[in-house]
């Protein structure tokens, strides 16, 4: 969901779920006003096998591996390795914004599939269960929306508890921020294929370009566009869209 509130300073704030941000800004900005009126689409069963998918990895990994807790010194000492167990992590990301005369704040939050710290580089690992393997195979980037998950979570302040207040929340320090996008066969949880990079330049602007347009889709000061491709309409959730493409 998407939602627009007033701060106690009467500024707008904007907050959606991670997941509503990159449908949004990375497959289609029409889902902008759907969301922002509590319309969700019902789940596919593609979500419901990655659900189920995820389930299995958590289980897997609480039965084979033991991870030191992370106190507050090793989340400041960069010379200090640290892992987090996989979904053990809620993310909060929140940025003042200047939009012309208006300077609404932006609130995403979301879950973290796996959060880690090796050699100074902070590292999201996001995996995915598509219901084909051939897409993929042919592929040499991560869709936008993807990249667009990753790069919220490797900005965010963290918490174990899922709470939204600003003081419940903590940073990892890092020399470097780094992306992993890992796609795995829903049966066997076998990779199908990684991508992976640093956190870039020009990765920051991408971002920036996303949450600025976003905020200002939202707030009815830009008009959404559609992306004119028939083939996302077919595989979208909200069939009774009115911009729908046959």
Same mark, same amino acid.
């Given at each position: 969901?998407?939602?627009?509130?007033?701060?106690s300073q009467g500024k707008a704030l904007i907050m959606s779920s991670v997941s509503d941000f990159c449908g949004s800004m990375g497959y289609c900005e029409l889902r902008i006003k759907h969301y922002l009126k509590g319309i969700k689409p019902p789940q596919t069963q593609l979500t419901i096998d990655g659900i189920k998918s995820h &389930? #299995? !990895?958590?289980?897997? &990994? #609480? !039965?084979?591996?033991?991870?030191?807790?992370?106190?507050?010194?090793?989340?400041?000492?960069?010379?200090?390795?640290?892992?987090?167990?996989r979904e053990g992590l809620f993310t909060r990301f929140q940025r003042e914004l200047s939009l012309g005369n208006e300077k609404p704040s932006i609130l995403i939050y979301g879950r973290a599939d796996k959060i880690m710290r090796n050699k100074g580089t902070l590292i999201v690992e996001d995996s995915k269960y598509p219901s084909s393997r051939g897409k993929y195979l042919v592929k040499y980037e991560p869709f936008d929306d993807q990249k667009l998950q990753t790069l919220l979570y490797l900005n965010s302040s963290f918490s174990e508890s899922g709470s939204l207040k600003e003081n419940d929340s903590f940073d990892i320090s890092c020399e470097q921020r780094a992306w992993i996008i890992n796609i795995k066969d829903k049966f066997t949880l076998e990779s199908i294929?990684?991508?992976?990079?640093f956190q870039t330049i020009e990765a920051e602007q991408f971002l920036e370009a996303k949450i600025n347009r976003f905020a200002l889709i939202a707030l009815g000061m830009l008009a959404p566009e559609h992306h004119n491709n028939a083939k996302k309409c077919q595989s979208c959730r909200f069939i009774d869209c009115e911009h729908r493409l046959s």
């Open positions: 969901m998407i939602e627009i509130k007033q701060t &389930e #299995k !990895e958590e289980i897997y &990994e #609480k !039965e084979h591996f033991t991870f030191e807790p992370v106190t507050e010194e090793g989340l400041k000492d960069l010379t200090k390795d640290i892992e987090f167990y294929k990684i991508f992976q990079g």
